[in-house]
Every structure is written in structure tokens, then in C-alpha cells.
């Protein structure tokens, strides 16, 4: 891999090329369909930012298609919504929300097309972009060379601790990097070395659901109590490859962070071999070479999402956190825990990790749930609202679904595909290649007993 020196000779030309992409329809994209293909509607859709001009165009979209979902799937499909850029090298700033605008270098892979889905690599690290695309090309060689490869200059919500609204920046985040460039949003892996690592871990934990997979080196996911919270949280990697290269300390070392990474690790795997969870673990001093981590990373870069598995199960503090596949929060139910800091004291006859574990549990949200042919089954806790995202495919013509929600029927009835809600999913999320088609919502007012 030919690793080049970020320069930004022509980062203006990009800069106007991305801010056009972006920009609103005009008044007379928005006011007729008159001569336009579905396609050109879809573009005009995703580039009106005003809720009510989308609605318009989404019932333009699906009269022009016929009323046929279908129609409107490969409407979406064939629009061309990304930029194109021009520099292999460069920069943009995205402004996720809460926080300062975020700025990210970035390098495309050799060949380029914007018409094409790439994979991607995001980085967490605290070292510049150019020595973490060298880092990646060592072991990776020409295959690194097929990625589109994002270095923030700072990463956000990588902390199990942080703001309400900076929780949510990280989705934001990723949604700017589908929007910017054309991700295959099967193919997103984060990479992280150091407490950039740390970083990784959470944000990995956290939003599962965006990841192919996750790399990370020298580090561990800081969290208070992590003997009891582990085993509550990692679960959420269920269905996300998660592979973790440390070097063990000097022998009678037992302090610094060396020994804290390498103490967490430890546990860590351990945890996923007893929990059947998809995470490796390599210590670079037990024998183990720098070929077979090239080697292992190597076969984590071929993963792909898992979008739709047939069970979910989502441990969550913060309400814009609370994605899980096809099941999401869409209302938090009682008080967040926004403490940044948290004593427990067991008393002398109770199980020390049982007790320390109940009380983080009552502190933190939940979705769960399976399918069952056609019935779906859920557990919540601490949520007052959720939403069930069903894609294309599960929209059979007199197809009924029944849902169960805390042992409670909620729903049962027939799929109602909608254009709308085919373009307002895609829209927030940015994911053309998951078309969801319906949604059922409703309220819950207490957790299961």
C-alpha cells in the first residue's frame, strides 16, 4: 500500500463538490414530477432538508413508481447521492450536533467511484492519520488499498461516561460518513490503538449494529465496576467480530497500564470463550507472531454485518443508544443515568457480584428479543417506546405478523409497506442497501416483572 502525505491542493474543489451534493432541491425539483425519472425524485428527496417538502416528494415518488415498493426500492437503489471527489488524500468537517465539528482525513481507495459501494476502515487513535494508514499498511499490505480509510482528528462518543446529547453525535457521525462517501454499509470496521482503542471498545459496544467488525490494539473498554458490568454489556458484541491485540507486560510487572490492558483483555476473553461471543484475543507476547495478527485481521476485513439477526440483546445508559438491529428505543422510560460517578456498597451476607451486578442493571436500558416465523418476541427495560423495523424482504403480499412485547400482545396484523417509510428510514440512517418498508411502534408502561 503506498501510504501518501495528506495535502490538500485541491480540498477547496471538494469542499464545493460535497456542500452541492448537499444542498436542498430547488423550488422546481420540488414542485413537479412532470418529465423526471423516480430516480431523479429520490435525489431531490435526499437533498431537501425540509420534513414536509420530503413528504410531498416521497407521495410524488410512489405515484410515479405505480404504488409499487418495489419500484420505489430500486428508485432509491439507482440514485446517485454521493459526491465525487476528486483527491485520493483530503479533509472534510462534519457537525454532528453537541459537539465542535468534527474533522476527518480521509484517503479513498485506489479506483475510486462513487457510483460503487466501498468498504471502510474508521480509525481511533492518538497518533496523525498518515502514521495510522501507515500502521494499517503494514499488516495489510495492498489489501488496505481497497478501503476507504477515515482518520477523525478527534473521536466522539467513545465514553461509557458523557452528555446526554453528545450520546448521540456517534450516529450522527456515521450517518455524515454514509452521506459523504459511498459505504457499503455492510463493510464498516473500527479500528483503535491505545485510548484511542478505549474509545473504539465503547463506541463498538455501544452501536454494534453499524459494524462489520472491530480491531483494537493496546486497549480496553474503561467502564466503572468492570468485573460485574462485563459480563452485562460485552454481550452486545453477539453478533459483532471483535479482535484484540495486546502486549503483555514484562513478567513482575503489576501496575501502569500495560498491566491494566493486559489484566482486562485477559478477563475479557475469557468472558467471550464461556459466552460463545465472536471476540478473539492475541497477546503479541505469548508466542503469537506479527504474520498471525496480519492474518487474523485479515479475515476480519472479509466479515460482514450481521443486519438482521434472528435474536437481539442490547444493554444501553443513554436513550440515543438504544439501537439493536431491527428493534430501537424510541422513548426512554424514567430518569437516565447521567452520574458521572457511582458507589456501591454490598453488605456482608449478600453475593458481592450479583448484588453490584443488579443494581448497574437497574440503572441501565434494554432491548431484547427474537423472532419466531412470525411472531416476534421482546423484553424491555427502561423504555417507554420502541419501534420494530421490518426490510423488504419480510414484506410478503397478506403476510401478518403478531408481536409480544414484555409477555404482552401488542400487535397483530398485516405488513403495510410505505414508500414514505421506506425514504424517511433510509433518509435518517443513510443506508440504501437495508431498505426498511415498515415500522411498527408503540408504548410501554412498565418494565417485564
Not at 466479515?303 to 435474536?311: E, G, K, N, T
Request: aromatic share 10%; net charge neutral.
Amino acid at each position: 500500500m503506498r501510504v501518501l502525505v495528506v495535502g490538500f491542493g485541491s480540498l477547496s474543489m471538494l469542499l464545493h463538490a460535497f456542500c452541492v451534493a448537499a444542498l436542498p432541491a430547488s423550488d422546481h425539483t420540488r414542485a413537479t414530477s412532470e418529465g423526471k425519472e423516480p430516480a431523479d425524485l429520490v435525489v431531490a428527496y435526499f437533498r431537501t432538508e425540509e420534513s414536509d417538502a420530503r413528504h410531498r416528494l416521497a407521495d410524488e415518488i410512489d405515484e410515479i413508481c405505480g404504488g409499487s415498493i418495489d419500484r420505489v426500492a430500486q428508485a432509491v437503489r439507482d440514485a446517485r447521492l454521493w459526491p465525487t471527489l476528486t483527491d485520493r488524500v483530503g479533509s472534510l468537517s462534519f457537525d454532528c450536533g453537541t459537539t465542535d465539528p468534527v474533522e476527518i482525513i480521509y484517503q479513498l481507495p485506489v479506483g475510486y467511484d462513487a457510483t460503487t459501494p466501498w468498504p471502510v476502515i474508521v480509525f481511533a487513535g492518538d497518533c496523525d492519520a498518515t502514521l495510522s494508514f501507515a500502521q494499517l499498511s503494514e499488516p495489510l499490505g495492498d489489501l488496505a488499498d481497497g478501503f476507504i480509510l477515515l482518520h477523525p482528528r478527534q473521536w466522539i462518543g467513545g465514553s461509557f461516561d458523557q452528555s446526554l446529547g453528545a450520546a448521540g453525535d456517534f450516529r450522527q457521525f456515521v450517518r455524515h460518513v454514509r452521506r459523504a462517501f459511498h459505504t457499503d454499509t455492510d463493510r464498516l470496521y473500527l479500528y483503535g490503538r491505545g485510548v484511542g482503542g478505549d474509545a473504539a471498545w465503547m463506541s463498538g459496544i455501544m452501536h454494534p449494529d453499524l459494524f462489520a467488525g472491530i480491531v483494537v490494539f493496546d486497549s480496553y473498554p474503561k467502564v466503572p465496576f468492570a468485573e460485574q458490568l462485563y459480563p452485562i454489556i460485552l454481550p452486545n458484541l453477539a453478533s459483532l467480530e471483535a479482535l484484540s491485540i495486546w502486549g503483555d507486560p514484562p513478567p513482575g510487572i503489576l501496575t501502569g497500564r500495560a498491566n491494566a490492558v493486559a489484566v482486562h483483555n485477559r478477563a475479557i476473553v475469557e468472558f467471550a470463550r464461556t459466552a460463545s461471543l465472536p471476540i478473539e484475543g492475541m497477546a503479541l507476547s505469548a508466542g503469537v507472531s506479527q504474520s498471525a495478527t496480519a492474518k487474523a485481521q485479515q479475515t476480519l476485513l472479509s466479515c460482514r454485518r450481521r443486519f438482521d439477526p434472528v435474536a437481539v440483546s442490547h444493554w444501553f445508559r443513554y436513550p440515543t443508544q438504544g439501537h439493536s438491529a431491527w428493534l430501537r428505543q424510541s422513548k426512554f422510560l424514567g430518569e437516565v443515568w447521567t452520574a458521572d460517578q457511582l458507589s456501591i456498597r454490598p453488605g456482608p451476607f449478600v453475593d458481592r457480584d450479583v448484588f453490584i451486578g443488579d443494581v448497574l442493571r437497574g440503572r441501565l436500558a434494554y432491548l431484547g428479543g427474537y423472532r419466531d416465523g412470525d411472531s416476534f418476541h421482546l423484553e424491555t427495560r427502561k423504555c417507554a417506546g420502541v419501534t420494530l423495523s421490518l426490510p423488504l424482504r419480510e414484506a410478503a403480499p397478506r403476510r401478518s405478523i403478531t408481536v409480544y412485547c414484555n409477555r404482552k400482545r401488542r400487535y397483530a396484523g398485516a405488513i403495510k409497506p410505505s414508500a414514505r417509510t421506506l425514504l424517511s428510514h433510509a433518509y435518517r440512517t443513510w443506508d440504501m442497501q437495508h431498505l426498511v418498508v415498515a415500522e411498527i411502534s408503540f408504548s410501554i408502561r412498565r418494565d417485564l416483572p
